[in-house]
């Protein structure tokens, strides 16, 4: 897919032409290489970079890429590790190919881009150092910085193009006041130019300017510029800003009533992205009636934005200007306690979401010594997975504020409420939230959270194929489990390296694993971690051939799980059951079990689930003489598994592709499936595909 991720251009933009044209010598400059777009907050860079992007994207017929290295926040500043990271993503290297270390992946990051006719913004850098590791190795790609920083060792080691914002000429502030302003601007034009001077010709200062005398309808021009005389002189921001934001953020602030500038001046308090109407009534311990009707009010004054989802968010300078005004007026007991009501709404929701989805869970957290607690607002399921799924960007940063807070205990509970949600395909999201719910639970000298949080973290790396760590994450857990005499915790990690063992050819310790697991839950009485062991278990007898005894425990594990009312259980059970049948040629049943199945991950939108039932109903379709709903129906799988970066899956779906058409007579096309599903299985070390892919290979030679 071609990354198209350049931001929606503004409104109105105007003038910059003398920029327009540095950016296009920029560009026909051979080598292109670099340009730097530098100069004061607020002044337009990112504007600049946009427009210019989105007027020429034509140039670039291999994408179009936007990072923001969040740079006006050393606190938050992208490290080159994470921002290359994200490159790779952007330019579609999957999840597991991307390299461990920094070093590793720019050069990755070079190779990618070699030969790409790309357009790289890399937006809000706050020094060279954080560019440089970034920076392709070769011309094709042109990379656009937006800086504060004039960024000397870039221009002066790499060659960039320097283009230097200024404020906006006069004529072109007065011209953008008259756009914003309308008709009502053609009535005075000496007011223009005095609004002009008061916001020194900043291009964010005169749109706010604009929304101000916008809702002083009933003053003429004449009188909003008196206001703002009488409002005090300019100053410069501390960090470099111009006059004009601060002032004219504090007009709009003072029109607030009390309870709304209380509000404006908390939210700066959220570290995630965007602020939802329960954040905001949680932040200001109000009810969401009384919170709806505050947001509003901030976003009228464009103090806050609203996006389509209903989600609340500040611009990066009017996130400081509240931090600012937080930091001078509230009291810091009373920053605290707000910023623990936030963390107790993200906690208290997601055991409740995860309560809903996946009721069988809980127990397996009470066992770990989680005793979550719910929010005690009632979600439906499609309500909880669409929290979920909004938030799933903020998660991780969360987590991470709930350390800096010292509250690591928050960051522990929020890990462990969210693991069933991100197994079902958010593997990268998990494995940053666990690292840090990890520390945090050592930091706490909490071992059985420790273990827990381990053991879902090495589920995880399972899932992504990379068996190795997996195994590590494991065995610690097993030992943190038997050091504290937690049989539960034993259980699950035993559970999880037989299902690894499976995968990499070690039958005998596998069952001995999943047998030892199997009755430690009995001893305990946990019907949840018996029945996913005893699906476990079946799985690896089906794949050694003992189809009675793998179809007998997983009718048991789906019977359990229907009566804990845990969905992720009975489908999986279900679409394991189908492939049995389908092995012992009882197709009808076969495929009736298997829709069932993807009709439940369906509807929790287990993404990987889904991929599974899609693949086995494509082999049993197969088996039917139905080839070209079977292949459907694999592409599919195979779709959703390489989107969610399932290793395992998508090697076995590439081999049950290629089985299917040389049953259809097409074996060269066959032969190129299994060759793909063998390069990943000797990869991750998966014996069973690479089993499967060199036998098929073998009798098409």
């Known amino acids: 897919m071609i990354p198209r991720q350049l931001p929606a251009p503004v409104p109105d933009f105007t003038g910059r032409a003398d ?405 079902a395909g958010h593997g990268t999201e998990a494995l940053s939230i666990y690292d840090c719910a990890i520390d945090a639970a050592r930091q706490m000298a909490d071992p059985q959270g420790e273990a827990h949080l381990r053991t879902n973290a090495g589920v995880i790396l399972r899932l992504l194929g990379r068996y190795a760590p997996a195994v590590e994450e494991l065995s610690q857990a097993l030992e943190l489990c038997r050091r504290t005499g937690n049989r539960h915790g034993q259980a699950r990690a035993l559970s999880n390296l037989g299902i690894i063992e499976e995968r990499l050819g070690e039958f005998t310790s596998s069952a001995a694993r999943h047998s030892e697991a199997i009755a430690l839950y009995r001893d305990i009485d946990d019907p949840f971690g018996q029945a996913a062991a005893l699906t476990n278990l079946g799985n690896l007898e089906e794949s050694i051939g003992e189809h009675t005894e793998a179809a007998r425990h997983l009718l048991a594990a789906h019977d359990i799980f229907a009566t804990l009312g845990e969905r992720s259980g009975q489908a999986i059970a279900l679409c394991n059951l189908g492939q049995i049948y389908t092995t012992l040629g009882e197709d009808t049943l076969a495929v009736a079990k298997l829709r069932e199945a993807l009709t439940l991950f369906r509807e929790i939108e287990h993404r990987d689930g889904e991929a599974t039932a899609l693949s086995n109903l494509g082999t049993a379709l197969c088996r039917q003489a139905s080839f070209d709903e079977s292949l459907w129906h694999l592409e599919q799988a195979l779709e959703i598994f390489r989107s969610t970066s399932h290793r395992y899956g998508e090697a076995s779906v590439l081999n049950a592709i290629g089985e299917t058409l040389r049953t259809m007579g097409r074996d060269g096309e066959a032969a190129q499936r299994h060759r793909l599903a063998l390069a990943i299985a000797a990869e991750t070390g998966d014996e069973d595909e690479r089993g499967r892919a060199a036998a098929a290979l073998e009798s098409l030679d």
């Open 19 to 423: 920029e327009l044209a540095q950016l296009d010598a920029a560009h026909a400059h051979r080598p292109p290489g670099i340009a730097i777009i530098c100069g004061t907050a607020g002044v337009g860079k990112t504007a600049l970079a946009v427009h210019w992007g989105h007027h020429h994207r034509e140039l670039f017929p291999d994408g179009r890429i936007h990072l923001d290295l969040r740079g006006d926040d050393t606190e938050h500043a992208l490290p080159p590790h994470e921002a290359l990271g994200r490159l790779l993503t952007a330019v579609g290297v999957p999840d597991q190919d991307i390299p461990a270390d920094t070093q590793s992946r720019a050069a990755r990051w070079r190779t990618e881009t070699d030969g790409r006719r790309l357009l790289v913004l890399l937006d809000n850098a706050a020094s060279a150092d954080q560019v440089r590791p970034l920076l392709p190795g070769t011309h094709d790609t042109l990379v656009l910085i937006t800086s504060r920083d004039r960024l000397a060792a870039v221009a002066a080691l790499h060659g960039a193009h320097r283009v230097e914002l200024d404020l906006l000429p006069r004529t072109d502030a007065v011209h953008l006041l008259r756009r914003l302003l309308g008709e009502r601007a053609g009535t005075d034009p000496g007011s223009l130019d005095s609004l002009a001077a008061i916001c020194a010709r900043l291009p964010l200062a005169l749109r706010l300017a604009a929304e101000y005398a916008g809702a002083q309808a009933h003053l003429p021009l004449a009188g909003v510029v008196t206001r703002l005389h009488r409002a005090g002189p300019l100053n410069l921001l501390d960090w470099g800003g111009g006059a004009a934001i601060r002032h004219v953020f504090g007009c709009s602030y003072r029109l607030l009533d009390a309870d709304a500038q209380r509000l404006f001046r908390l939210l700066s308090l959220n570290p995630a992205p965007h602020s939802t109407l329960a954040c905001a009534a949680a932040l200001a311990d109000v009810g969401e009636i009384d919170a709806a009707r505050l947001l509003h009010r901030l976003a009228s004054a464009h103090l806050l934005r609203c996006d389509a989802l209903g989600r609340y968010g500040f611009h990066d300078l009017l996130r400081a200007y509240a931090a600012e005004t937080s930091l001078a007026t509230d009291r810091e007991t009373e920053r605290q306690a707000a910023a623990d009501r936030l963390l107790d709404h993200y906690c208290e929701t997601a055991v409740e979401a995860s309560d809903t989805l996946y009721p069988g869970w809980s127990g397996s957290r009470r066992h770990a010594g989680l005793a979550l607690k719910p929010s005690g607002v009632t979600l439906s399921p499609d309500a909880a997975l669409s929290w979920l799924d909004s938030e799933l960007a903020s998660f991780g940063t969360i987590c991470q504020f709930a350390v800096r807070q010292g509250r690591p205990e928050r960051a522990v509970t929020l890990a462990a409420a969210l693991h069933r949600y991100l197994e």
